[in-house]
């Protein structure tokens, strides 16, 4: 066994055992603390080999501390505990009287589905704060996040940057939208009529094919008449041309149905699901202000799904 006293242990591993001690679950812990489940597992391999103790262990669904980790418990607790006091005494934020900007990084789509709840809730409980959105290639987000020109940046899984933290925050599904002039019925709406009628498809710009490859999943083939960047095109193009039908993210299809140019119909077939999740720099994980921002951000979405 390796002289304990001669090597040090880095904080972030004591917050990985403080997590898996309440999750019971590489999982679980992984998504508490924002990080990716090959990360806690890494974790998790690191504290073995300081203590070379397994120190939890799999009992059917659930990770069980072992004698020894059991034992720490407490005092790693403690150590947590006393630091996390020292630094809110040192650097602490308060929502009510703070007038930080909060930066967003999202799309168009972010913005007409989301930050309309964003601006309620922040408004309510940190009034003099104010919020900016911008929006980003994918192959910028990761350094708009470590500059600080965003706070958190809300996407979806294929954001490719393994440096950033990420938390998931809902999934996503998908809904078919028409014309309000449209006369179709969801009895109408078979995956004949569905494949023989011309699609608009939205493409970002950055992010070629992201929704074609999740809708067309399992060989279904369009005919895709229109291919666009923009979702806030969508229902412009739909209203007056009730003979084209788009594919679209069931809240976005919600909030297009309520201005009454679109009807919302539910896909003829199975459709798969994908992960809207909030991003952010490791610069910025201990930050109180970015803290508070990710806990809102999540309870916000939690309320959302509910």
């Known amino acids: ?90 650097a602490s ?12 990084c999202m799309s168009d789509m972010g913005e007409l589905v989301f930050l309309p709840r964003l601006i309620e809730r922040l408004r309510s409980i940190a009034p003099h704060c104010r919020i900016r959105t911008i929006q980003a290639p994918s192959e910028k987000i990761a350094a708009c996040l470590e500059s600080g020109d965003a706070d958190l940046a809300l996407g979806s899984p294929y954001l490719e940057a393994p440096e950033l933290f990420r938390q998931e925050l809902f999934p996503h599904t998908f809904a078919c939208i028409v014309s309000h002039k449209s006369t179709m019925t969801q009895t109408d709406f078979t995956i004949e009529r569905f494949l023989s009628m011309q699609h608009v498809s939205v493409t970002l710009s950055d992010r070629s094919g992201l929704y074609d490859r999740a809708i067309d999943e399992g060989g279904v083939k369009r005919d895709i008449y229109l291919t666009t960047p923009h979702f806030l095109m969508v229902p412009m193009i739909l209203e007056n041309n009730p003979t084209l039908v788009a594919t679209v993210p069931r809240e976005l299809a919600r909030v297009f149905e309520r201005y009454n140019a679109v009807r919302m119909l539910e896909p003829p077939m199975p459709l798969p699901k994908f992960s809207l999740r909030q991003y952010w720099h490791p610069r910025h994980h201990h930050d109180p202000a970015n803290i508070w921002l990710r806990q809102m951000t999540k309870e916000l979405f939690d309320n959302f799904m509910s």
């Open 1 to 90: 066994m390796h002289d304990i006293h001669e090597r040090k242990l880095d904080l972030n591993l004591l917050l990985a055992f403080d997590a898996l001690l309440r999750e019971g679950s590489v999982t679980k812990a992984a998504d508490q603390l924002g990080l990716t489940q090959s990360a806690m597992s890494h974790a998790l391999r690191r504290l073995r080999d300081f203590y070379a103790d397994p120190l939890f262990v799999r009992v059917g669904d659930v990770m069980r501390p072992t004698p020894y980790a059991e034992g720490l418990a407490p005092l790693v607790l403690e150590i947590i505990s006393t630091v996390r006091v020292k630094l809110m005494t040192q």
């Open 93 to 104: 934020f308060d929502p009510a009287t703070s007038r930080r900007v909060f930066s967003f």
